[in-house]
């Protein structure tokens, strides 16, 4: 099975940037949609944006349309979100997930089996 280990959280000021990394390991990582989604302090969990595992098929919350860039290389093993443009309500632990891709792409958080530790983001005004 595919294990998930996020990299790449830290403190940055409002309007910079930040790239995450998700290394999975175990498993056939080409074969899986690949999401990242973040919890805010007393707010429910998320999803930011979802990757199939092929096609270069993207969706994206709202919130970070045009802020955020999702991308993977699967020779790497590793999904990225690019995170520009930073707000202070980005602020939240980002987690990296994966489900084994039978077609469909799914946004919703119980349709994603395998979830990494977390990375923490805290932007600064």
């Known amino acids: 099975q595919v294990q998930l280990r996020e990299s790449g959280g830290g403190l940055v000021q409002a309007g910079g940037s930040l790239r995450l990394s998700c290394a999975a390991s175990?498993?056939?990582?080409?074969?899986?949609?690949m999401g990242w989604f973040r919890r805010a302090p007393g707010k429910e969990r998320e999803s930011v944006a979802v990757i199939k595992w092929r096609g270069g098929i993207t969706e994206y919350a709202e919130s970070v349309k045009g802020r955020f860039t999702i991308s993977r290389d699967n020779a790497k093993n590793t999904v990225y979100l690019q995170m520009s443009s930073l707000k202070r309500e980005d602020t939240a632990v980002y987690y990296c997930?994966?489900?084994?891709?039978?077609?469909?792409?799914?946004?919703?958080?119980?349709?994603?089996?395998?979830w990494g530790q977390g990375t923490q983001v805290i932007v600064s005004s």
């Open positions: 175990g498993g056939t990582f080409s074969h899986h949609t």
């Open positions: 997930a994966a489900y084994v891709d039978y077609g469909s792409l799914f946004v919703d958080s119980f349709r994603y089996h395998t």
